[in-house]
């Protein structure tokens, strides 16, 4: 069956860095635009970072500078690359997919984007603290 994977997730002291993983199973990323979402307890999930299936990226305006995203199609998997992080990162972090033909289509920064995308992973824990 199509399946979304994330990896990588786990507790770091504020100012480290983790990298996230996002593999496909079962099927070709390379013509599926790819976001990250994530979720902190008793807030709505929100849009962290995409990347189109051309490669170009964006970010939230709160992690801009800190994270990056990219991609790897010969692997089937998409990265987040998270520095400097913060207590205010913590949540649990998901990746998505969206066939698209158009090569400019990244699913920021709105709420309906998220309604978008074709495929979603189950999440990995990020905690940020002491």
């Known amino acids: 069956q199509l399946q979304l994977v994330e990896s990588g997730g786990g507790l770091v002291q504020p100012g480290g860095s983790l990298r996230l993983s996002c593999t496909a199973s079962?099927?070709?990323?390379?013509?599926?635009?790819i976001g990250w979402f994530r979720q902190a307890p008793g807030k709505e999930r929100e849009g962290v970072a995409c990347?189109?299936?051309?490669?170009?990226?964006n970010y939230a305006r709160g992690v801009e500078g800190r994270f990056g995203v990219s991609r790897d199609n010969a692997e089937n998997t998409a990265y987040l690359q998270m520095n400097n992080l913060e207590p205010d990162d913590s949540a649990v972090y998901f990746c998505?997919?969206?066939?698209?033909?158009?090569?400019?289509?990244?699913?920021?920064?709105?709420?309906?984007?998220?309604?978008?995308?074709?495929?979603w992973g189950k999440g990995t824990r990020v905690t940020v603290s002491d």
């Open positions: 079962e099927f070709a990323l390379d013509n599926y635009a």
């Open positions: 998505a997919a969206r066939q698209t033909p158009i090569t400019s289509y990244c699913p920021l920064p709105t709420d309906g984007r998220q309604a978008e995308m074709d495929l």
């Open positions: 990347i189109t299936t051309s490669g170009a990226t």
